[in-house]
């Protein structure tokens, strides 16, 4: 069988490879040519909003996308420079299918497509991407059975970066909150032009009582002072030693593309993205019970490598923890199944029901500002009892028999009295009790390599550390 032309780039949620040897204009028009035949048509639309970020590759790219979209007669909308969260905005309150030009946090070599249906509904591998490769395909090979149109679609700019600042505002009220010192890492990404619309004045909005000092907020897709991959601890550090230097109150960093934003402490300290979506949790829940929501009545969605804490505070509030595989579309769609206030991932995407259950770094960013804001502690003193359990982080083993080592795990686990289950993986919980610290771990497989990835979190350091030796003893065969 001769291999996918475009099965190594399309992937289970986007599109994402190197620019030039799998991802070129012409690659992008057949997209867009496939977008509107099994995405733009179907859905009655004609019109398509577009936009990207800072890379050298995004705008012939994203005008390709466009042509392929004229040419079977549907309108782009060019944004032209936005992050991914404002894209998801202009879908959302456009009610237009969109594509988002980024590959995120990847190297400068790299480039991408994230795609939706309008109400920034994600489109991955079970919603049309598998059907849209295919027809892309066919149009590159010139073999596609599409019909001819009436007359080609037009191309036109929109500028919506002031109505996403305005609308953003209008979710998060900071006008109130004291004075607030913040520094933040764009990691010259997208946040570089989103971040003085929204929490500066450039959009004509009101000054808020924030002063912002910035890092790496020039736009440069080279990325020359650091990845933009806030989930790597190197690229933290010039953050943390930002927030020491300046007695900041706090520290933002986010991706390439803006839509995930990680948090540091007055110490410089990370915070754990679990204990984010802990604190956004309360507020949400908080904000409907005040509106007159029986807190019963509302679900919050986390997926199953967030800290037990999240589950915790959640159910302490009253509301419906809703557990979820991890990954976008899996989350989303829990999301739009339970009609979820808020949804938390561990790797720092945060998504809202006020904001089209898609993610928004800058909405996260904005909830915390209003949290510190709304009290006079630091923020290492508000997050404190969210950081009560201690997590391994992800660990990855190269493994040659993936089924055979979890397997072996599973067998270990049933030794010590956990509950077991395969959501996402292989579970293991011990709920623990007087002189048994609780822990858990979670073992799931790479979907495209032979890994294996570890997430352990325990009451106490010394059981944590214990049950991720063991485990990753038996994972890499030191058990066997």
Known sequence: MTP????????????????????DEAVAAALGTAFAEVVVRPEGASDVVIGHDMRESSPGLSAAFARGLAERGCNALMMGLTSTDGLYFASGQLSMPGAMFTASHNPAAYNGIKLC??????????????????????????????PAVAEPGRVTRVDLIGAYAAYLRGLVDLSGVRPLTVVVDAGNGMA????????????????????????????????????ANPLDPANLVDLQRAVVEHGADLGLAFDGDADRCFVVDERGEP???SAITALIARREIAALMQAGTDPADVAIVHN????AQVREEIVAAGARPVRTRVGHSFIKAEMARHDAAFGGEHSAHYYFRDFWFADTGM??????????GGQDGALSALMADLQRYVASGEINSRVADVTGATDAVRAWGQTQGVTIDTLDGLTLVHEGGAGDPMWWLNL????????LRLNVEAADVLTMQRVRDHVLGIVRGEHL
Do not use: W
């Open 444 to 451: 799931r497989a790479s979907n495209t390599e032979p890994l």
């Open 304 to 307: 199953v490598i967030c800290s």
């Open 363 to 372: 909405l996260a960013a904005m909830h915390v500002l209003s949290a510190l």
């Open 192 to 227: 570089g032009l989103t971040i003085p619309a929204v929490l500066g004045g450039e959009g004509g909005l009101e000054p808020l009582p924030l002063r912002v000092i910035p890092l790496y907020f020039e736009l440069d897709g080279n990325f020359p002072n650091h990845e």
């Open 4 to 23: 996918s032309p475009l099965a190594d780039i399309v992937k289970a949620y986007d599109v994402r490879g190197l620019v030039g040897s799998q991802l």
């Open 117 to 146: 249906r309008s109400g920034a509904r994600p489109v991955g591998q079970d919603s049309g991407l598998i059907d849209l490769r295919e027809l892309a395909e066919a149009v590159l090979a010139g073999t596609a059975d599409v």
């Open 271 to 273: 915070v754990s993205p």
